[in-house]
Structure formats: C-alpha cells, structure tokens
C-alpha cells in the first residue's frame, strides 16, 4: 500500500525538550538490533501474512528505514515500534477485561506511532469500535498499515493528530469523580478532530516512552490533562513506562553519541505525582517499578532505568 505524506502537517506548537535536543542527531541503523521474540514473531506472521522469518525481518527493516527518515526517535532505531509490550504490563488482562465487561469501554493508545500497542489488544478482544490512537506525527500512524500490510477497512481505529499540550487539542480538566450523567453517549471517535471531547470517557489509556521527552512542568501539565480524560468508574486506568531514575533528576542520555538532557521521575515521585497532587490522595492506586531499560546491546553507553507503571482509579 503507498503512502503518501504531505510536507504541510500539522506539527506541534510545543515541541519537547527531548525533539529539540535530538532532532539531526541521528545513529547508525542496524539490523542486528531487531531481535524478536516469539510471541512477536508469531504476532507479526499472524497480522501481515509473511510467514518466512528472513522476509519478514527485511520488512521491518524496510520500515524502520523509512520511518527514521520522519524523525529519528531512538525507539525507531531500537525497533521499539514493534514491540509487544503493551501486553507484558500487569494490568494488561484487567485492560482486556475492561473491554469485555465493561459497556462502552474506551481505550486512548497516546503517542500511539505505528499503533502496535492497539493491534494486539484487539486481537486479544477489546472491542477495535472503541479504540482510538493519538500521536504528534501522522506519519508513522500511517506506516502502521504499511508494517501490518492492513487498511482503514481492516482496522477501523480512528487517529487524531495533535500536541497534548496545546489547549486546542486537549483542554485541560480536573479529574472527575462523580460519575456522568447515563443520558450522555460517548462521543462518534471517527468525527473526532482532538481529544476534549473524551473527557471523563475514557476507560484506559495507554502512553508508554511518552512522559520523558517533557520537563518536569510539562509532565505535570500531561499527566493532569489526562486524568481529566479518564472515567470516575472504578478500575479506569492509565498505564504505560518511561525512562526513569532512582532519584527525582535530571540526567544526560547519549542516545547517537549527542548528550540530551533527560528529566526523570523516580518510583516515590511519580506516586506523589499521581496520588495526592493529580488526583485527591486514596482515590488512586498507583503501581511504579524501576527496571532496566530494554535496548540491545550496543545500543547505549551504559544501563538506564525505566518506569514500569500504572494508575487505577478506585
């Protein structure tokens, strides 16, 4: 399927500190990085229809190629886009159970790129009707159907392009914790042209390797943004992982061998963030665990952590 992308986008009106940073410095491509797991080669064998793994591997590579070209975002360089990590998250099954019991269940994929992390819960059966993914570039949105050799007809999720920042796009809310009037439908998300209309509706959003390319304001801004999108039901969920730190820092990455400054949250801090300064304190339960990093080897100079976390409303 050819894809076509205009030079006159919409694009950001706060870029973040990390695109300001990296944008030019761009790494050596290797193919070695890719090393898929099983369950993604299955995965990808299942939703493209390639099943010889050489030629599978080269389409991905192809797209990787491509995709750096549009900007290059070090998870583009590491084959993050292809990962299936939405679905090694603990609360991955109670995002599946959302979708099956509960009515009207919306699921927000945030800086969704290729769209990987809403593919697979919809093979897995969330309801591909109530899904919707939201990123800064259109590109790389439309070079999901080109890396699942899918179409709008296949996969019928609609996407909204725009900044989170930019109070256009999403206005900002105070979280909400009564539950809405049962009169109110959610909204069409095929008509939608930004995310305001979502607020208070949405069951589950998802935004992983998002939260650290912002300063420690920005994020704060996001993070109340988003809790002003999610439903006051029991259970609704924000959940996703970062670049972190053991300490509440700002540390240097060298990501291309360029420094980029890097603002981390740790464990403690993000829990403060989201349970006691985002939303009332005890009306969250907020799960967060600093793990390594996973980049392949060679990729960077040395260990980083992540942020494995979750935020459920109780």
Known sequence: M???YSSNDTQATHISQFDQAHAGHKGELREDFLQLTDDELVFYKQITGIKDDAELIQHI????????????????????????????FAVYYDLLKLG?????????????????AI????????PVKNCIGSDLRREFWDMGYQL?????????????????LDPSFLKPSAPIYTPLESSKSNPELSSLTNLTPLTGRLSAIHASYFFHLFSEEKQLQIAQSLAGLLSPLPGSMIFGQHVAYTTKSTIIIHPTGEPVPMFCHSPESWKELWNGTVFK??????????????????????????????VTRL
Do not use: N
């Open 2 to 4: 050819a894809t076509t």
């Open 61 to 88: 590579v192809r797209m990787q190629a491509e995709a750096y070209q549009v900007f290059p975002y070090p998870c583009i360089r590491w084959f993050d886009f292809v990962r299936l990590r939405v679905s090694r």
């Open 100 to 116: 099956r019991e509960r009515e009207g269940a919306l699921y927000l994929d945030l800086g969704t790129c290729f769209g990987t």
């Open 119 to 126: 593919r697979k819960p919809v093979l897995d059966g969330f």
């Open 148 to 164: 699942c050799k899918d179409s709008p007809g296949v996969f019928p999720v609609p996407f909204v392009q725009g900044d989170v």
């Open 281 to 310: 304190k005890g009306s969250v339960k907020v799960e967060a665990e600093l793990s390594t990093l996973p980049v392949p080897k060679g990729a960077l100079d040395h260990t980083y952590w992540q942020l494995v976390w979750s």
